[in-house]
């Protein structure tokens, strides 16, 4: 009973999945090494938040194609039980003009696996869809997955945030 309403709860969060092909692109911004292990990225991932806006750092990115925050997890280990890089930042035209305390990446094209969660983000959604892509067995390639916060998620009580996980 419970089981059934737990996930009768995560389904309704969960709106849309389905694979899509993206081109390649760059993100510019503020980066950290972080690990789910002893549920480090829990701290380590709202502190690297807290740094974005604390030191302005969407306003500092160069050659910006939009302002949707991507929050890219990167340079696995091996998979997300291991160490992996995430960086904060936005879209840019290219990473010729990366400032010294910031990080570049360009994504590759790819195959990925496109989830969208809805919901309140204080609730936790973006970290129960992560539970759910976890758990779902997906062919992962573990190069680099990303979340998009866009105009949808500006209303933190009822936001839309894009998930991408790349596929082999």
């Given amino acids: 009973m419970l089981l059934s309403a737990v996930k009768s709860i995560f389904e309704k969060n969960i709106k849309r999945m389905e694979n ?15 690990s789910n292990q002893n549920n480090q990225a829990a701290k380590d991932i ?30 696995y280990e091996r998979d997300h039980t291991l160490p ?26 790819s195959l990925y696996h496109h989830v969208e969660a809805e919901g309140n983000l204080a609730a936790g959604i973006v970290y129960d869809a992560w539970l759910n892509i976890w758990e779902a067995g997906l062919p992962r390639a573990f190069s680099a997955d990303f979340e998009i916060y866009g105009e ?17």
């Fill in 152 to 168: 949808e998620a500006q209303n933190p009580e009822q936001a839309k945030v894009d998930i991408f996980i790349a596929l082999q």
């Fill in 84 to 109: 992996y890089t995430t960086l904060l930042g936005c879209k840019v035209a290219h990473l010729d003009d990366l400032p010294e305390d910031m990080d570049g990446i360009r994504i590759e094209e």
């Fill in 20 to 34: 899509r092909s993206i081109p390649s692109f760059n993100i510019i911004g503020i980066a950290i090494r972080t």
């Fill in 46 to 75: 709202p502190e690297l938040w807290a740094r974005f806006f604390e030191n302005d750092i969407m306003n500092r990115i160069p050659n910006k194609v939009s302002n949707e925050l991507y929050c890219v997890y990167t340079e």
